[in-house]
């Protein structure tokens, strides 16, 4: 008997393979883009699918000059106000050149269930926007505390660079399944979060 | 009427599957360095996208071995006219973490000699690389919005490498680079070389992540 072989055209409308239901390991699931937002909640795609989600920062504008901040929510979004502790340090450097700083901030830790600095001070110039991204670890999982890990870079309205390092852990053993991201004044002018899902 | 079930055999010719989502990283090119001048970047050249097609773009950088006869610098720049002029000005910022393997007095620190303020020159990735037979430096580099024509373009690294001090002895160092090509002109192209001599071998990867 011979063996009957597919093409590409004979499976071009299959959307599995058996087991195998799409291709490659990070999934895109979802763009949030701000407009004169007081703040972008994502509050769907977050759940057991994937044990690791990727936010992306793209051009993260401010209204005015802010810390960018994040918070998480174990209710769907209703309350933002999760129990975190984490560390934050940040590397900086001027345009002038005349500047340079690495330090840990302990302004910019937290124990506590308010937002949390993911970058200090992006700045509201036209051609100014903050960029970066967020690991957050199995937050469904409900025997866990739910750890992330996130840099940012933006500069200042005074034209100072600055990275930003934090870490920390979301101190719940419910599932988190809303995270919220804002300016700790003023709106996020403009700027786009996507969300990925790690297999 | 009996169902027909196909093997592995049967699809094994299968190449595309248009109905079957696929992942949002998506390798665009694969350079292998042998005895280059240095490995560029450029959209519309040698099948690369460096334009608006993604958001982010990914780069890995693994295992570049100088062919220069000492320890030399690994860096990059950035073009905004498809590689006709690596000159973007930048202002970045370094830190980094080092340990000797003959000296265990660890340091880490902003490192002033590494950074630039509103410079056009080459962005140094890693400093005095070692350039023995199992020497060399790996990492990796997002860059985010590179096509806009509003926003500056954002950068960030992170190093790996076997560095050499002046008595040629091999210090563990791990550099931490960040910043941006200070131009609302949009990015096309980007290049990596060491400071003097060839990259003798190297993998250099491009990634686009998509927002779709």
Redesign the interface.
Known sequence: MS??????NG???????GS?????????IS?STASSSSNLSITSGIDSTYKEYIF?F??I?ASTQAHFQVNFSADGGSNYNVTKTTTFFF????????S???SYQDSHDITGTGAHSLGLSFSSD????????MHLFDPSNTTFVKHFIA?T???TDS?Y???N?TAGYANTTSAVNAVQFSMASGNIDSG?I?L?GVN | MALVKYNNNSISSITATAGMPAGAMTLIKTVTASSSANISFVNGTSSVVLDSTYPIYLLEYINCHPGHSGRVDFQFNLSADTGSNYNVTKTTSVFHAYIGEGDPSAVFTYYAGQDLAQGTGYQVLGEVVGNGADEGITGYMYIFNPSSTTYVKHFMCHNQYIALDGGGNAYNKSDYIAGYGNTTSAVDGINFQFASGDIDAGTFKLYGIKDS
């Open positions: 063996i009957v072989k597919l093409n590409n499976v071009k409308n299959a959307t599995t393979f195998i239901t799409g291709l490659g390991n990070l999934k895109f763009r992306f793209n051009n504008h590397a900086s450097h001027n345009e002038a050149g005349d340079t700083s690495l036209s051609d100014a926007g903050g960029a970066g991204y840099v870079g933006g500069f034209d660079y600055n990275t390092y786009t996507d990925y």
